[in-house]
């Protein structure tokens, strides 16, 4: 099994409409959670942290369940710029930290 | 420019030759680590370092491949012997080493064997 397993999609979505993504991890032990945002041939970047009460950051929202060992993102009302590949990413470690990223889920926004 | 800088972008080798990249992070960030992507996947964890320390070693990372942080500050990842297998995105990142922090990556070194 996969540390960190994302639905590779792609999801094809219409201007405006919402979309959500899952993510499952295997260590239970994980301290951290993030989305990050990697545009095609670009390094990823750090769309928002995970919380373990939830946050939201505009249009996106991102929830944490720990007991289920899963977070999720959800983008409303969404944007041809948002067209990219959402990475999820989960840290873990003692006395330093392991970042392991799952592969990515892809979205195209359509006009 | 204070962000994560590699080097070179682009390297192009013949099968069997040694290469060796470069990475210099965020000055002050004290861990860092080396990524292998290839197309439509994710960055796969290589290693990492807390200062000059490598804390952790993937099993991707076969005997070929080596990695160094001196003197805590820029690394270097070599592989020695490439083998097409190699052709991949290489990212380096850093955060600063305290708490749960993003990371910070740099533009990566696009390595492609022949």
């Known amino acids: 099994r996969k540390e960190v397993e994302q639905d590779p999609g792609p999801f094809n979505v219409p201007e405006g409409a919402t979309v959500a993504f899952n993510c499952t991890y295997s260590?239970?032990?994980?301290?951290?959670f993030f989305w990050y945002r990697q545009d095609c041939r670009k390094e990823p970047k750090l769309l928002m942290s995970?919380?373990?009460?939830?946050n939201e950051d505009g249009r996106f929202t991102a929830q944490l369940n720990r007991a289920s060992q899963y977070i999720s993102l959800l983008i409303r009302d969404s944007k041809l710029s948002d067209s990219a590949t959402y990475l999820c990413?989960?840290?873990w470690g003692t006395g330093g930290f392991k970042t392991i990223f799952g592969a990515g889920t892809r979205l195209f926004v359509k006009a | 420019d204070t962000g994560v800088s590699q080097d070179p972008r682009h390297k192009i080798t013949k099968r069997g030759q040694n290469v060796t990249f470069r990475c210099d992070p965020i000055?002050?960030?004290?861990?860092l680590y080396w990524y292998r992507q290839t197309l439509g996947q994710g960055p796969e964890f290589l290693t990492y370092?807390?200062?000059?320390?490598?804390?952790?070693k993937s099993r991707l990372l076969s005997d070929r491949f080596s990695a160094e942080r001196p003197k805590g500050s820029f690394s270097t990842l070599e592989i020695q012997r490439t083998e097409q297998g190699d052709s991949a995105m290489y990212l380096c990142?850093?955060?600063?080493?305290?708490?749960?922090?993003?990371?910070?990556f740099g533009q990566g070194t696009r390595l492609t064997v022949v």
């Open positions: 000055s002050e960030h004290n861990r």
């Open positions: 995970v919380y373990s009460s939830g």
């Open positions: 260590n239970s032990a994980s301290q951290s």
């Open positions: 370092f807390q200062n000059e320390a490598q804390l952790e």
């Open positions: 990142a850093s955060s600063p080493g305290q708490g749960d922090t993003e990371a910070f």
């Open positions: 990413v989960v840290n």
